[in-house]
């Protein structure tokens, strides 16, 4: 659907702020979101971008919906994985398990697919099926050595998995070649990884805390004691002229 131009740039202006924002302030980018779809409702890319700004601020239901609405507009099943994601959202993890076995799932692209399976192993530990949730987080894709965008993602929540399974040494393994691969620091794998070592990082000194002041250079001792002697020298001064003055007075 075209708009007219300066309808146009508002609305780009508005979705530029949501991309800008929605990772940082994300209640600020919601904001934006909601202008940009009362100017332009009927674009999917419009209701594409609200949907995101909801999903980042946790309004599962808003986002569900506006997922449904850009996906009525387009036809694509890109937005599947994050729709079934919406419904974990909503307590529903039964639904996002149906959805992971719908067709759609085999129209989506790798990445996609990958996405798909980690919304379904997050359903299962939802459900407290945790041996499932590992189950499902293996596969080529996990035992390749290749490097992708979703690699660091994929390999983090199968430690994470194993850890809650009780699996340590396995975790500690899974962490430690999801770091490998995360140079981007999209997880935080080596925290966990120090954690499991018992590694305890201290804020020695707080954002509050002042810093201690450094010990005086000789020559600033040596400045400060000149100064000191100078006013001594002046206060004697200062005396002798108050006794010139009581004199004075006196006769």
């Not at 079934?84 to 990445?111: F, I, N, S, T, Y």
């Not at 396995?170 to 954690?195: H, N, P, V, Y």
Request: net charge negative.
């Amino acid at each position: 659907m075209s708009l007219p131009k300066t309808l146009a740039e508002d609305v780009a202006r508005n979705l530029v702020m949501v991309a800008r924002l929605i990772d940082e302030e994300p209640e600020e980018a919601y904001a934006y979101s909601r202008i940009a779809l009362r100017l332009a409702s009927r674009v999917a890319a419009v209701r594409e971008a609200a949907g995101f700004a909801a999903y980042a601020t946790q309004k599962y239901a808003e986002a569900l919906a506006e997922f449904r609405a850009s996906r009525r507009m387009t036809g694509s099943v890109e937005l599947w994985p994050v729709m079934a994601d919406c419904e974990r959202g909503l307590g529903r993890p039964e639904r996002a398990m149906a959805m992971a076995g719908e067709p759609e799932v085999q129209k989506l692209d790798k990445a996609g697919q990958v996405e798909m399976r980690l919304v379904a192993a997050g359903a299962r530990r939802d459900m407290g099926q945790i041996d499932a949730a590992i189950v499902t987080l293996q596969g080529p894709e996990l035992a390749s050595s290749s490097v992708h965008s979703w690699t660091p993602r994929l390999r983090y929540a199968y430690a994470d998995a194993l850890l809650e399974a009780g699996r340590e040494d396995e975790a500690r393994e899974w962490f430690g070649k999801a770091l490998e691969a995360d140079k981007d620091g999209s997880t935080d794998a080596s925290d966990r990884l120090a954690a499991l070592d018992g590694v305890e990082f201290v804020d020695v000194l707080g954002d509050d805390d002042e810093q201690p002041a450094e010990a005086p250079t000789a020559e600033a001792a040596e400045d400060a004691a000149e100064v000191d002697a100078l006013e001594d020298d002046e206060d004697d001064e200062d005396d002798v002229d108050l006794d010139d003055e009581d004199g004075i007075s006196k006769a």
